[in-house]
């Protein structure tokens, strides 16, 4: 099972909004919409930023939005703020009850 | 409050052997799937492996690069989860973290990780 692919790094000025995509195949992305989003920061636990897609747990703002297209999902950042800075990693369902994450992106906020 | 907290991390010899830990509150644990998800050094995230609820057959499900040297169970009278590695490799070393893995929702909650090194 090969990582997803997602760029290495994305930037944007604060305010400003930034979009990371997620690219599998037709074996994971592209047939579940089990696509969920991790945010990362230095030395810290990925957090649950998004799931099934586009749903956001309890406490996550709703300026973190997910959406899928074939096999590419993406998550758009709106309102880019300073704490936003951080890595953030993509994972899918890839059947058989296993998952697959993505190669992460690192997120700069110039 | 979940609280997830991983243990017995550390250094070991390629080909060697090592059980984590993760201790597990705030939450129905029994009622609970969980999930292994590893980080090397400087690198991204890996899945490693789930185990479900009892009550949905409390087996466990591997990545394929690890099938048959990891094996996840869990005790549920401790509400502890457990990873037991074995023929160790250098490729190994990581921080290996716990994470509670709804269906739909997988890894809402995690662990502050257990650093595992694999050197001679």
């Known amino acids: 099972q090969s990582a997803l692919t997602q760029p290495a790094s994305v930037s944007g000025s604060p305010g400003q909004s930034i979009t990371i995509s997620c690219t599998g195949t037709s074996s994971d992305v592209g047939s579940y919409n089990l696509v969920s989003w991790y945010q990362q920061h230095p030395g810290k636990a990925p957090k649950l930023m998004i799931y099934e897609v586009s749903k956001r747990p309890s406490g996550i703002s709703n300026r973190f939005s997910g959406s899928k297209s074939g096999n590419t999902a993406s998550l758009t950042i709106s309102g880019l703020q300073a704490e936003d800075e951080a890595d953030y990693y993509c994972?899918?369902?890839?059947?058989?009850?296993?998952?697959?994450f993505g190669t992460g992106t690192k997120v700069t906020v110039l | 409050e979940v609280q997830l907290v991983e243990s017995g991390g550390g250094l070991v010899k390629p080909g060697g052997s090592l059980r984590l830990s993760c201790a597990a509150s705030?939450?129905?644990?029994?009622?609970?799937?969980m999930s292994w998800v590893r980080q090397a050094p400087g690198k991204g995230l890996e899945w490693v492996g789930r185990i479900k609820s009892k009550t949905d057959a409390g087996t466990a499900d591997y990545a394929a690069p690890l099938k048959g040297r990891f094996t996840i169970s869990r005790d549920d009278s401790k509400n502890t989860l457990y990873l037991q590695m074995n023929s160790l490799k250098t490729e190994d070393t990581a921080v290996y973290y716990c994470?509670?893995?709804?269906?739909?929702?997988?890894?809402?909650?995690w662990g502050q990780g257990t650093l595992v090194t694999v050197s001679s």
């Open positions: 705030g939450f129905t644990f029994s009622n609970t799937w």
């Open positions: 994972c899918s369902y890839a059947g058989y009850s296993t998952d697959v």
């Open positions: 994470a509670s893995d709804t269906p739909g929702k997988p890894f809402d909650y």
